[in-house]
């Protein structure tokens, strides 16, 4: 049983996830139209490679940021990843730890502001947001951390998947799955996580083995050279923040698409390619680390294949 917590408590975060992006997707199109913000739809079907021309809005509506097409998403998803991994290999982690924590507790702040700004009146939201931003970052412990990377995750969800079609989100996540395959194939996502858990900005939640260590802090050895320990040995385990943040994009994106019952649909079916990924680190790969994205990515693609043709 103690084997299977880590999975349960994984499990529970992605259905919490999964419950407050149902809950902001459905105050979204209201918040929009309430302050007149225009958003060109996009057929369900297609699958937008490269930005087109935008229909002009309706009179004194404000249109929104044209994000919707696989091209430009992929080009900065690969930069960032680049930069970050030059960075970390040239730079010291020690020069780069203020800097990367500011940017995390900047990110944290956004997160929270964009979902508590659907809510409560924006002077509410910007001291509820900066106070949970500014916590974390002076007391990063670890059921903050993961809170605030729930909250970030989903309102990347929610957002985006508001601008691109479902398509074009499965195919986002069709084609980061096979780089997260092959980044813990050849060693790369591990040295990459060893470096930014040195840091203390870990982008992932931090799944701790005991009830109690929910309160520790992401300073403490346990975090910091996790990647170091023997797997049967650790008290903390890693789910990367896409696990968790990607199938909530494509949840969005199927609720403003097809409706609230397609994307609960689809919502199951990314939990069971989650609950997948934990069935194979467990029986064949015995607590190595296990690419978590492809399984749930290919339970996704049968969900919203049967969705879109049924």
Same mark, same amino acid.
């Given at each position: 049983m103690?084997r299977?917590g880590?999975?349960? %408590? $994984? *499990?529970?975060?992605? *259905?919490?996830a999964?419950?407050i992006?149902?809950?902001?997707v459905? &105050? +979204?199109?209201?918040f929009? +139209? ?7 739809p ?9 930005p087109?021309? =935008?229909?002009?809005?309706? $009179?004194?509506?404000t ?7 696989l091209?430009p998403?992929?080009?900065y998803?690969?930069?960032v ?8 290999? =040239? ?6 730890k ?11 702040? %956004? ?7 659907f %809510?409560?009146?924006?002077a509410?939201?910007? @001291?509820i947001?900066?106070?949970?931003g500014?916590a974390?970052?002076?007391?990063p412990?670890?059921?903050l951390?993961?809170?605030?990377m ?5 309102s990347l969800? $929610? ?9 074009t989100a ?5 084609? =980061?799955?096979i780089y997260?395959?092959?980044?813990v &194939?050849?060693?790369?996502m591990? %040295? ?8 203390v ?13 929910w309160n ?5 050895? $346990? @975090?910091? +050279?996790l @990647?170091?320990?023997?797997p049967i040995? &650790? ?5 990367g923040g ?11 994106s199927v609720?403003?698409?097809y409706?609230f019952?397609s ?8 939990? *069971?390619g989650?609950?997948?990924a ?10 190595k680390?296990?690419?978590a ?16 043709f049924?």
């Amino acid at each position: 049983m103690k084997r299977l917590g880590p999975a349960l %408590w $994984a *499990v529970a975060v992605f *259905v919490v996830a999964q419950m407050i992006t149902f809950g902001v997707v459905s &105050r +979204e199109n209201q918040f929009l +139209e309430a302050n007149h913000i225009y958003i060109a739809p996009q057929p369900p079907g297609d699958i937008q490679i490269w930005p087109t021309p =935008l229909p002009p809005p309706p $009179a004194g509506e404000t249109p929104a940021p044209a994000v919707g097409s696989l091209g430009p998403i992929l080009i900065y998803f690969a930069a960032v990843i680049v930069v970050l991994g030059i960075a970390l290999f =040239l730079v010291p982690i020690s020069a780069l730890k203020t800097l990367l924590r500011v940017i995390f507790a900047f990110l944290f702040t %956004w997160g929270i502001f964009i979902i508590t700004i659907f %809510w409560l009146p924006l002077a509410a939201t910007i @001291v509820i947001s900066v106070a949970i931003g500014a916590a974390w970052f002076l007391l990063p412990r670890v059921w903050l951390h993961n809170l605030a990377m729930v909250l970030v995750m989903v309102s990347l969800g $929610a957002v985006f998947g508001r601008l691109i079609s479902p398509w074009t989100a499965m195919v986002l996540m069709a084609v =980061l799955a096979i780089y997260d395959f092959l980044a813990v &194939r050849f060693g790369y996502m591990m %040295w990459m996580t060893k470096r930014l858990s040195q840091s203390v900005t870990l982008p992932a939640f931090v799944i701790p083995k005991q009830v109690s260590e929910w309160n520790s802090s992401l300073k403490e050895p $346990a @975090v910091t +050279e996790l @990647v170091d320990e023997d797997p049967i040995e &650790r008290k903390y385990s890693i789910l990367g923040g896409g696990d968790i943040g990607f199938p909530l994009l494509l949840t969005a994106s199927v609720f403003f698409a097809y409706g609230f019952g397609s994307a609960i649909f689809v919502a199951a079916a990314s939990l *069971v390619g989650l609950l997948g990924a934990y069935w194979i680190q467990a029986v064949f790969l015995k607590g190595k680390a296990m690419p978590a994205l492809p399984p749930i990515a290919v339970a996704s693609l049968v969900a919203l294949t049967i969705v879109r043709f049924a």
